[in-house]
Nanobody
Framework: EVQLVESGGGSVQAGGSLRLSCAAS????????IGWFRQAPGKEREGVSC????????YYADSVKGRFTISRDNAKNTMYLQMNNVKPEDTAVYYC????????????WGQGTQVTVSS
């Protein structure tokens, strides 16, 4: 059974930091590009960041560049999103996902973790 389980969400004040983790199981993690998406209330889900399976190519949405860092630990089948200098507009449910390529739709999704940033 494929599972992506997020953790690390919570409430934080603007300017603070959070680290999201996503533990993967049930598929060959090394073979998949992985990424983070978020959905704020009343808004469509948007891509935040992603990283390729092998060569470390990364992508960041303009809104998080310079503040968020995506990483992966293939030995632990785990991905991370380090969120620094968070802003109230970062408030959303954050989802991790895995797919065969950076360009295509993800094949697998986590259940989501809430991040709330207060001003």
């Amino acid at each position: 059974e494929v599972q992506l389980v997020e953790s690390g969400g919570g409430s934080v004040q603007a300017g603070g930091s959070l680290r999201l983790s996503c533990a993967a199981s049930g598929f060959t993690f090394d073979d998949y590009a992985i990424g983070w998406f978020r959905q704020a209330p009343g808004k469509e889900r948007e891509g935040v960041s992603c990283i390729s399976s092998s060569d470390g190519v990364t992508y960041y949405a303009d809104s998080v560049k310079g503040r968020f860092t995506i990483s992966r630990d293939n030995a632990k089948n785990t991905m991370y999103l380090q969120m620094n200098n968070v802003k109230p507009e970062d408030t959303a449910v954050y989802y991790c996902a895995a797919g065969r390529s950076l360009d295509g739709d993800p094949d697998y999704w986590g259940q989501g973790t809430q991040v709330t940033v207060s001003s």
